[in-house]
């Protein structure tokens, strides 16, 4: 048994930049991990291994169709599917062990195992009982279900299955055209699969702006992605090395059927809460089985902090960081702070696809004045000779004042790119300020310059 001035339950994004931040401050902090390894799923199965497949399967994309015209000449790799997924656990195994550094150099306890907490001030893991004067929950999340599918992580998979999966299979269902069946979608289309997307509503991305979201599905499209739309996955029946998705379309109540060699589940997640003991702590929740906190990141309960996925707001990453920072300063005295209203979201598929603040339905929802600045990639020198010309950004800013609103951006390094904006709308900025930095030739960026120009006297390049 140990005192802690707090205890962080969980070491993804969120929970292990808040022990860090906790332990910067003076805060004498542990962190509690029953997986094997520290990071949570963005590490160990999620945003860091989807990148690393990302990324070794756009190198083959760009092998088979743009070397030729730039003069590199030989055969086409082939996909060693073994080594890659090595390639992807090594690239896991950096970043975890970089985690397990930092906990060292800040001197912060790793209590291995699964935590519960019996009481207010007390973690208990395994028979031992800790105290702690602040519990922080950052636990996470997992697949939500979906009922009539049967999850084996063989051949109805959800994220964690699909990134290991056997050999690249032939043909691939996808139930959900939300930011994971997307990512790996792709992934897999680009390594040879027939890749269907089955998706509910009748439009891909719920919630980015409508002219990205339908841009982005042509260009998937023309990837070799098919998509089935407005349609309702019912059930799935698997065999040992098949499966059958049955689905019924929304506009005529029709129900077909699909075969496929594998089925990724990806529908949504849903806060990770088991074996907490919330239940007998009576801890607000949402209706959504969310933890309740105030705007301090407290719990209904004095001294339980709660981040991340098992809060409202994007299951994001990066929100949970800086929530994990934000509650680890209002611990210690200071006042944490997020602005939720400049979170970015980044899809990294390629083109990639990034979105920060409202976009134009929100702005029409609330009935605000608006004008829109935009420039397609076609006029950007560098994105042509880099065979990234389809694509653009659009700049949203207020009618009246020119203040920055919000940005989509459907292109190259388009993750790389918003964060310019990002910095712009957390000063203030209006369009013109963007518009009158000058930018680097040639660079991506001058797109988003010119999307700035584009809400003034116009963009040059268009
Ligand atoms: P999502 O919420 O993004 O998309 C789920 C999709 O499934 C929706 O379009 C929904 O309409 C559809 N759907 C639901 N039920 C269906 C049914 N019965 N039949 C057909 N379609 C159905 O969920 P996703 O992609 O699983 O991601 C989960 C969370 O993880 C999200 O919050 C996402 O932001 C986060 N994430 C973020 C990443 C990033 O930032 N790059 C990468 C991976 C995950």
């Given at each position: 048994?140990?005192?802690?001035?707090?205890?962080?339950?969980?070491?993804?994004?969120?929970?292990?930049?808040?022990?860090?931040?906790?332990?910067?401050?003076?805060?004498?902090?542990?962190?509690?991990?029953?997986?094997?390894?520290?990071?949570?799923?963005?590490?160990?199965?999620?945003?860091?291994?989807?990148?690393?497949?990302?990324?070794?399967?756009?190198?083959?994309?760009?092998?088979?169709?743009?070397?030729?015209?730039?003069?590199?000449?030989?055969?086409?790799?082939?996909?060693?599917?073994?080594?890659?997924?090595?390639?992807?656990?090594?690239?896991?195994?950096?970043?975890?062990?970089?985690?397990?550094?930092?906990?060292?150099?800040?001197?912060?306890?790793?209590?291995?195992?699964?935590?519960?907490?019996?009481?207010?001030?007390?973690?208990?893991?395994?028979?031992?009982?800790?105290?702690?004067?602040?519990?922080?929950?950052?636990?996470?999340?997992?697949?939500?279900?979906?009922?009539?599918?049967?999850?084996?992580?063989?051949?109805?998979?959800?994220?964690?299955?699909?990134?290991?999966?056997?050999?690249?299979?032939?043909?691939?269902?996808?139930?959900?055209?939300?930011?994971?069946?997307?990512?790996?979608?792709?992934?897999?289309?680009?390594?040879?699969?027939?890749?269907?997307?089955?998706?509910?509503?009748?439009?891909?991305?719920?919630?980015?702006?409508?002219?990205?979201?339908?841009?982005?599905?042509?260009?998937?499209?023309?990837?070799?992605?098919?998509?089935?739309?407005?349609?309702?996955?019912?059930?799935?029946?698997?065999?040992?090395?098949?499966a059958k998705v049955t689905y019924k379309l929304r506009s005529d109540d029709s129900e077909h059927t699909l075969d496929a060699d594998v089925v990724l589940l990806a529908t949504g997640r849903r806060p990770f809460v088991d074996g907490l003991g919330l239940d007998a702590l009576d801890i607000t929740m949402t209706d959504r089985g969310q933890i309740a906190v105030n705007d301090q990141w407290e719990t209904s309960v004095k001294g339980i902090y709660a981040i991340g996925d098992v809060i409202e707001g994007p299951m994001l990453a990066?929100?949970?960081?800086?929530?994990?920072?934000?509650?680890?300063?209002?611990?210690?005295?200071?006042?944490?702070?997020?602005?939720?209203?400049?979170?970015?979201?980044?899809?990294?598929?390629?083109?990639?696809?990034?979105?920060?603040?409202?976009?134009?339905?929100?702005?029409?929802?609330?009935?605000?004045?608006?004008?829109?600045?935009?420039?397609?990639?076609?006029?950007?020198?560098?994105?042509?000779?880099?065979?990234?010309?389809?694509?653009?950004?659009?700049?949203?800013?207020?009618?009246?004042?020119?203040?920055?609103?919000?940005?989509?951006?459907?292109?190259?390094?388009?993750?790389?790119?918003?964060?310019?904006?990002?910095?712009?709308?957390?000063?203030?900025?209006?369009?013109?300020?963007?518009?009158?930095?000058?930018?680097?030739?040639?660079?991506?960026?001058?797109?988003?310059?010119?999307?700035?120009?584009?809400?003034?006297?116009?963009?040059?390049?268009?």
């Amino acid at each position: 048994m140990s005192d802690y001035d707090v205890i962080i339950i969980g070491s993804g994004p969120g929970g292990y930049v808040a022990a860090i931040r906790c332990a910067q401050l003076g805060l004498k902090t542990a962190c509690v991990e029953g997986r094997e390894t520290l990071g949570g799923t963005c590490l160990n199965v999620g945003c860091i291994p989807s990148k690393a497949l990302l990324h070794a399967s756009h190198m083959l994309h760009e092998a088979e169709h743009n070397f030729a015209e730039m003069g590199l000449k030989g055969k086409s790799p082939s996909v060693d599917w073994p080594q890659m997924l090595k390639y992807k656990q090594s690239t896991i195994d950096t970043n975890t062990k970089g985690i397990e550094f930092l906990f060292k150099k800040n001197k912060i306890d790793w209590i291995k195992g699964w935590a519960t907490i019996p009481e207010a001030g007390k973690v208990k893991v395994g028979d031992d009982v800790h105290n702690a004067k602040n519990i922080i929950i950052a636990s996470g999340s997992e697949p939500a279900q979906l009922k009539g599918v049967e999850v084996d992580e063989k051949i109805v998979v959800s994220s964690t299955g699909a990134l290991e999966l056997g050999k690249v299979p032939k043909k691939l269902v996808v139930i959900g055209a939300g930011v994971i069946g997307l990512e790996l979608g792709s992934v897999y289309a680009r390594l040879g699969s027939e890749v269907t997307v089955i998706e509910y509503l009748d439009h891909i991305t719920p919630g980015m702006d409508s002219e990205v979201s339908r841009q982005f599905q042509k260009m998937l499209t023309k990837q070799g992605l098919e998509f089935i739309m407005g349609a309702a996955v019912q059930q799935t029946e698997a065999t040992k090395s098949k499966a059958k998705v049955t689905y019924k379309l929304r506009s005529d109540d029709s129900e077909h059927t699909l075969d496929a060699d594998v089925v990724l589940l990806a529908t949504g997640r849903r806060p990770f809460v088991d074996g907490l003991g919330l239940d007998a702590l009576d801890i607000t929740m949402t209706d959504r089985g969310q933890i309740a906190v105030n705007d301090q990141w407290e719990t209904s309960v004095k001294g339980i902090y709660a981040i991340g996925d098992v809060i409202e707001g994007p299951m994001l990453a990066h929100k949970a960081e800086d929530e994990g920072m934000a509650a680890a300063e209002q611990i210690a005295g200071k006042h944490g702070h997020v602005n939720y209203s400049v979170i970015p979201g980044v899809i990294y598929t390629h083109p990639e696809v990034a979105n920060v603040g409202e976009t134009e339905e929100t702005l029409k929802k609330a009935g605000r004045a608006y004008k829109v600045g935009k420039f397609s990639f076609m006029g950007n020198a560098r994105a042509k000779a880099n065979f990234s010309g389809d694509g653009f950004v659009k700049l949203l800013a207020d009618k009246e004042t020119d203040r920055i609103l919000g940005c989509h951006i459907i292109g190259p390094s388009a993750g790389d790119l918003i964060h310019e904006v990002c910095v712009a709308m957390e000063f203030g900025a209006s369009a013109q300020d963007l518009a009158m930095t000058c930018h680097a030739h040639p660079t991506y960026s001058e797109a988003v310059r010119e999307a700035a120009l584009a809400c003034g006297d116009g963009a040059i390049h268009m």
